[in-house]
């Protein structure tokens, strides 16, 4: 008892009640937790009157705009030529409004973040690790991005609402686009992107703190003493341009490049920020057990295909092509897959949807919490939709767990099954622990890890 017992108080007693009730009643008879449970009552009460008929209907589904605070984008139409420029336009503006109501839902799922994490408990109690991640979460900075910024450009539509965390400056950019939706997916997909900053993975590596970087740093990032002549930017190699510059706007990223770091380190340009990286996540460990073993043979097709364009690896490899596929993947290792890394964000926005749904809904009636639950989970909903009744793929296979799987993801909280009233399936899913700071075993901090490809994730 001694998870729950903390969980509980960041639920109301009405809630908690109702989980002790049903434990205690024998059989859970509640129907099973399946995408088309949360589309029903979506579409019940919503303009779309079918799955179906989610390619045939308008951008925005809303009936009314007082229905909810925000477009509710049809992503069903993502993908589709005809829609291609109504979906640009979409996303290339949002009013002064839009974007302060983002931000603002951004610090609110950067709370409930803590929160999770925390368990609410008092900050003398903290971990180690829970000190770890609490500050990671906190130096996160939120931004609103345009259209050509990258954090809204994707293979697919470019202007369909999105958010994408940037390691490199440890950034979350919520795309113009996003910022237009209704509140729900705004949380929804902030959880996510804050999933990202704190996964094992991104944990391992330490939060840098720069200072600014100009051309008069040039000398010494250039290791000349100061009787050499003067040097001006335009007379430096294309590299060390690239690098000053990439820099130049940088406040903090996560050390993905350790070289680059001990040089401007050594400029007094750089700090490592110490405890802010750990060796593993205890809280998160059983969870990154379960996505290594569920992902194992996604990840050898992935190595498979990135090294020898194979779509399989073979049981056996020559110890020549072992020796490369053994450099990619230190390089590349399973624990940082991409497919793990957005199970584990989708996991955690889940844990952060539920929580905050409990705390805000549980006054309202049932139908009211379940139509706000599905409008959080709606991009996902309808992605299953397309795939299922078109069969087209709106999701990357190769990088996302496929669509029912992920709408289920977001069941796995069992005080979301609660007041959804629903059982959740047996999936085999991985699942984070309702009170991450019960396990308080200290986490020793890393002193170093591998280089990762600068990049952002969505």
Same mark, same amino acid.
């Given at each position: 008892?001694?998870?729950?017992?903390?969980?509980?108080?960041? @639920?109301? @007693?009405? /809630?908690?009640?109702?989980?002790?009730?049903?434990?205690?009643?024998?059989?859970?008879? *509640?129907?099973?937790?399946?995408?088309?449970?949360?589309?029903?009552?979506?579409?019940?009460?919503? #303009?779309?009157?079918?799955?179906?008929?989610?390619?045939?209907?308008?951008?925005?589904?809303?009936?009314?705009?007082?229905?909810?605070?925000?477009?509710?984008?049809?992503?069903?139409?993502?993908?589709? +030529?005809?829609?291609?420029?109504?979906?640009?336009?979409?996303?290339?503006?949002?009013?002064?409004?839009?974007?302060? *109501?983002?931000?603002?839902?951004?610090?609110?799922? *950067?709370?409930?973040?803590?929160?999770?994490?925390?368990?609410?408990?008092?900050?003398?109690?903290?971990?180690? &690790?829970?000190?770890?991640?609490? &500050?990671?979460?906190?130096?996160?900075?939120?931004?609103?991005?345009?259209?050509?910024?990258?954090? !809204?450009?994707?293979?697919?539509?470019?202007?369909?609402?999105?958010?994408?965390?940037?390691?490199?400056?440890?950034?979350?950019?919520? !795309?113009?686009?996003?910022?237009?939706?209704?509140?729900?997916?705004?949380?929804?997909?902030?959880?996510?992107?804050?999933?990202?900053?704190?996964?094992?993975?991104?944990?391992?590596?330490?939060?840098?703190?720069?200072?600014?970087?100009?051309?008069?740093?040039?000398?010494?990032?250039?290791?000349?003493? %100061?009787?050499?002549?003067?040097?001006?930017?335009?007379?430096?190699?294309?590299?060390?341009?690239?690098?000053? =510059?990439?820099?130049?706007?940088?406040?903090?990223?996560?050390?993905?490049?350790?070289?680059?770091?001990?040089?401007?380190?050594?400029?007094? =340009?750089?700090?490592?920020?110490?405890?802010?990286? /750990?060796? %593993?996540?205890?809280?998160?460990?059983?969870?990154?057990?379960?996505?290594?073993? +569920?992902?194992?043979?996604?990840? +050898?097709?992935?190595?498979?295909?990135?090294?020898?364009?194979?779509?399989? @690896?073979?049981?056996?490899?020559?110890?020549?092509?072992?020796?490369?596929?053994?450099?990619?993947?230190?390089?590349?290792?399973?624990?940082? $897959?991409?497919? #793990?890394? &957005?199970?584990?964000?989708?996991?955690?926005?889940?844990?952060?949807?539920?929580?905050?749904?409990?705390? &805000?809904?549980?006054?309202?009636?049932?139908?009211?919490?379940?139509?706000? $639950?599905? %409008?959080?989970?709606?991009?996902?909903?309808?992605?299953?939709?397309?795939? =299922?009744?078109?069969? +087209?793929?709106?999701?990357?296979?190769? /990088?996302?767990?496929?669509?029912?799987?992920?709408?289920?993801?977001?069941?796995?909280?069992?005080?979301?099954?609660?007041?959804?009233?629903?059982?959740? /399936?047996?999936?085999?899913?991985?699942?984070?622990?309702?009170?991450?700071?019960?396990?308080?075993?200290?986490?020793?901090?890393?002193?170093?890890?591998?280089?990762?490809?600068?990049? *952002?994730?969505?």
């Amino acid at each position: 008892m001694k998870m729950l017992r903390n969980v509980i108080s960041l @639920l109301p @007693l009405a /809630l908690a009640a109702t989980m002790h009730s049903a434990s205690a009643a024998g059989p859970d008879e *509640r129907p099973v937790c399946t995408p088309e449970l949360l589309l029903r009552k979506t579409v019940a009460d919503r #303009a779309t009157p079918s799955c179906k008929d989610l390619s045939k209907s308008p951008l925005d589904l809303r009936k009314t705009k007082d229905e909810a605070d925000g477009v509710l984008f049809n992503y069903a139409l993502v993908g589709k +030529r005809e829609h291609r420029s109504a979906i640009e336009n979409f996303g290339r503006n949002s009013s002064a409004a839009d974007s302060k *109501r983002a931000l603002e839902i951004a610090k609110e799922a *950067r709370q409930y973040a803590i929160d999770y994490i925390t368990g609410k408990r008092d900050e003398t109690t903290w971990s180690t &690790e829970t000190k770890a991640i609490v &500050e990671r979460i906190k130096a996160l900075e939120f931004r609103i991005s345009e259209l050509s910024d990258g954090d !809204c450009y994707d293979y697919g539509d470019v202007g369909y609402p999105q958010a994408a965390y940037n390691s490199f400056e440890h950034t979350i950019g919520i !795309c113009v686009s996003m910022a237009k939706t209704h509140s729900e997916g705004i949380f929804a997909t902030i959880a996510h992107e804050i999933g990202h900053a704190v996964s094992s993975c991104n944990m391992k590596i330490p939060l840098v703190k720069y200072e600014e970087i100009t051309t008069d740093d040039t000398r010494c990032l250039l290791g000349l003493d %100061e009787n050499n002549f003067d040097i001006r930017e335009e007379d430096l190699d294309m590299e060390t341009q690239r690098v000053v =510059r990439a820099h130049r706007e940088v406040k903090q990223g996560l050390d993905l490049d350790p070289q680059s770091t001990d040089l401007f380190a050594k400029c007094g =340009r750089a700090t490592r920020v110490l405890g802010s990286a /750990l060796s %593993e996540v205890t809280a998160f460990k059983a969870f990154d057990a379960c996505a290594t073993k +569920r992902f194992a043979k996604d990840y +050898r097709k992935y190595v498979a295909a990135k090294v020898f364009h194979w779509d399989e @690896l073979p049981p056996r490899l020559s110890p020549q092509f072992q020796a490369l596929a053994d450099k990619f993947m230190s390089e590349n290792p399973q624990s940082c $897959y991409r497919k #793990a890394e &957005e199970n584990f964000a989708d996991t955690f926005s889940a844990h952060l949807v539920a929580l905050r749904h409990a705390k &805000e809904f549980s006054h309202r009636s049932p139908q009211a919490s379940h139509d706000a $639950y599905s %409008e959080a989970v709606f991009d996902l909903t309808s992605t299953y939709c397309v795939g =299922r009744i078109e069969g +087209r793929n709106l999701s990357n296979p190769h /990088l996302y767990p496929n669509d029912r799987d992920r709408v289920l993801t977001y069941f796995t909280p069992p005080y979301a099954q609660n007041f959804l009233n629903c059982r959740n /399936l047996d999936q085999n899913l991985c699942t984070l622990p309702l009170d991450p700071a019960s396990y308080t075993s200290p986490s020793t901090p890393a002193s170093s890890s591998p280089a990762r490809d600068r990049g *952002r994730v969505r």
